[in-house]
């Protein structure tokens, strides 16, 4: 193996003389359970820069190394060598793993690995394939650059898992979302080394896999959007090849009404039954008391058993009301003959009986909180989207669980919010051994409002916030270095072909109709869509409704806002950053000059003018900003006046318009507060 060494060694010797000393490895995401820096060079990463195995190796690493290598290159700009079969002791890259685990990733797998960076080489060891995909995780974010070139600095880590279930689910049913969708998410989850992908694929809206034992449920529940039982065997395999498992779910027996579209003898009214086109909780369940129900999810679970490989199986089992068993006269009569009290014991019935199918075919079942009664046996899993106690309450059980309450990313709040939620908090009830029980979490991406296109900017970078709740230790909590790792961890994602920032453009383009966009991607980087369920009732549409509009283009966690934030407080601290004033004034004076050009343009564009609205606000916002800088004590601004009509201006542009909401406005509000105060006193 023929290594450049002269240049290796002057690129060493530059770096040295700059930078030996510093050291930077606080820009992981997720921060790993040990890091120590060395003190020594660091490992420079030049075209010489090769990979190599010194133990273990197989197709799955050998893959997982070849994408390494890709994505260095994009980030270095390096023509680096795709060999990875030199000789070991001569690699930049030593990747010594000691056996192969489990070719398809498995619940409790170890996932550890030590990496150690030295002057002369880094070596990943790990006990598995699936323990060094996630060293190699971690080694591409030590890659930093200077102006001698690109390194990495000299450090020992030593990680594993805080959870070993750390999730992502995705809703393909309420919107359909396609292979490419679901692949890069794929590669994002494992950048941050999520574990699992639950893969939601039933719901009223669609039936989204295909069934080759009963086509109709897929034909006729789907508007041909499905996966084909191909497809699902490219993705699981996709999933495995980067240490992720694939839980799949069928929810039942609510949320059910597309299974009826082809089967509606399977329901609790007659029918028929039409794909669901709304948003909310429908009627449709299946009929407990009806063994032609069983003797189907017999069969189907039992195809699907076959096709997804992991031990586990969700069947949702929520938020179903009972209205259509309540109004059934079998199915009451069913009822008081078997001594079913009401619809939650007749829901257990049922549960109980897709528990004995789930394990005729060798599968563990797991369900939504309401599957959870005192007698349902212990081997189920809860997952819990209603909240800690509740998953607390089933670990007391003996149940193990799953946290999704505080991890709905559906609903547009801030990373910080997610971050701090943890599946095991620090006055959690629950003894060390029911600790255990608790396996980790899970991000849910419902899918009511959400296309291909513009899913990711929902999932991602906060999905990553959570991972590392999940990964990292339990006392990594600093929310303002998450954010700023947040920020680094959207570039990363950028490379792997992530669409949460670049779609925002194209939207943008395609409602101006024009390549000038400064105006609106001023506007949209310091409003939100608006939060929790407020979308819906602000603005009610269907499933079919474009998800092209502005509310769309605006993103969770709107960056331009929290920088504004940061700026308006470094003014306002008692030690004033004295660069805080000027970046200030340019920000107001762009807001007045965008906000004054947007208020007529989007009143112009029929896509934009709903939110015409907004665009005056943004000017206003940016004449309050000035108006409060120039606070001395002389200018007109000082008044009390004055100050009692900003507040009412920004109390005004603080309420929501197109379903989209300024997130500058408590900002502006310490602002103005604290410059009336300065001009008060100087009076
Ligand atoms: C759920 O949000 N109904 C699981």
Redesign the pocket.
Known sequence: MKRTLSGSLVFILLLSIGVSAQVKHTDLMPIPASVESGDGLPLGITKSFSVAFAGHTDDRLKAAAGRMIERLQRQTVLELSRSTSGDPAAASLVIDCKGPGSAVPKLGEDESYTLTVTASRAVLAAPTVTGALRGIETFLQLVQGNRYGFFVSPVVIKDSPRFPWRGLMIDVARHFQPIPVIKRNLDAMAAVKMNVFHWHLTEDQGFRVESKKFPRLHTLGSDGNFFTQEEVKEIIAYAAERGIRVVPEFDMPG?ATAWLVGHPELGSAPGPYEIERQPG?FEPALDPTNEEVYKLLDVFLGEMAALFPDAYMHI?G??NEGKQWDRNPEIQAFMQKNGIKDNHALQAYFNKRVLAILKKHGKIMMG??EIFVPELPKDVVI?S?RGQEALAAAAQKGHLGVL?NGY?IDLIQPASDHYLVDPVPSDSPLTADEKKRVLGGEA?M?SEWVSPETIDSRIWPRTAAIAERLWSPADVRDVKDMYRRLDIMEVRLENLGLMHRSYQNTLLRRLAGSLDIADLKTLVSVIEPVKLYQRYQQRPQTMLAPLTGLIDAARPDAEGARRFSYLADAFIAEDQDKTAKPLLRMTFERWQTDGTRLAVTMNENPALKEGAQLGADLRDLGKIGLEALANDGSSASASKEWYAAAIARLEEIGKPKAACEFVVIEAMKRLVNKTSKIAVAAQ
């Open positions: 949320h909780i949702g929520d938020e939504w909180d997952h989207w999704s709905y849910t419902w």
